[in-house]
């Protein structure tokens, strides 16, 4: 059974960084596109990025050049590394598999962007 553990949110100010991780298990994590989904108040999950197996990587348009995702397949670890941040990009932050998987949802990691 494929678990997701996600971690590294916490609450920063505008202009600041944060590097999230999520590590894999009961998967053949190599073989997995993977991605970032977020999840603000009163709004629905959304993709944030995307790794595919051979490390190309997919950003939606609100955080191109400012976010990185990044994979280690020995540590079965997916990372987003996040840079000037803003008070929009305040959600809860889960990784899954590409399509989505419902079951694999994690717990998720907060990150909250405020002064």
């Known amino acids: 059974q494929v678990q997701l553990v996600e971690s590294g949110g916490g609450l920063v100010q505008p202009g600041g960084s944060l590097r999230l991780s999520c590590v894999a298990s009961?998967?053949?994590?190599?073989?997995?596109?993977m991605g970032w989904y977020r999840q603000a108040p009163g709004k629905q999950r959304e993709f944030v990025a995307g790794?595919?197996?051979?490390?190309?990587?997919n950003y939606v348009d609100s955080v191109k050049g400012r976010f990185t995702i990044s994979r280690d397949n020995a540590k079965n670890t997916v990372y987003l590394q996040m840079n000037s941040l803003k008070p929009e990009d305040t959600a809860v932050y889960y990784c899954?598999?590409?399509?989505?998987?419902?079951?694999?949802w994690g717990q998720g990691t907060q990150v909250t962007v405020s002064s």
């Open positions: 899954n598999t590409i399509p989505r998987s419902p079951a694999a």
């Open positions: 009961g998967i053949k994590f190599s073989i997995y596109a």
């Open positions: 790794i595919g197996t051979g490390a190309s990587t």
